[in-house]
């Protein structure tokens, strides 16, 4: 099931996104958002992904085809 991985290492899910064609900017960006709680949790979560085997393997496959041409972490909180 889609965001699984996530879930296990303790990340909720919010969404992908893909730019729409033809309405200008850049279509080499994409975005997912996870949430977490607290810097604390997510800073607990990179760790258990590293040490979670399928995601490895999903990181060591993203190498291999090159889909992923840079990566840029932000931090943002909602607004309610």
């Known amino acids: ?18 730019p729409k064609k033809g309405l200008g900017g850049s279509d080499k ?3 997912a ?5 607290s810097l ?4 607990n979560y990179r760790g258990k992904l590293m040490d979670d085997s399928e995601a ?5 496959e ?3 085809s090159r889909c992923i041409l840079s990566e840029e972490r932000s ?3 909602r607004i309610e």
């Open 75 to 77: 931090h943002f909180y």
């Open 40 to 43: 604390a949790d997510y800073e």
């Open 56 to 60: 490895r393997a999903n990181l060591a």
């Open 29 to 31: 960006i994409a975005l």
């Open 1 to 18: 099931m889609e965001g699984d991985i996530i879930r296990r290492c303790g990340g909720k899910p919010i969404g992908y996104f893909l």
């Open 62 to 64: 993203a190498e291999k």
């Open 33 to 37: 958002l996870i949430g977490f709680k």
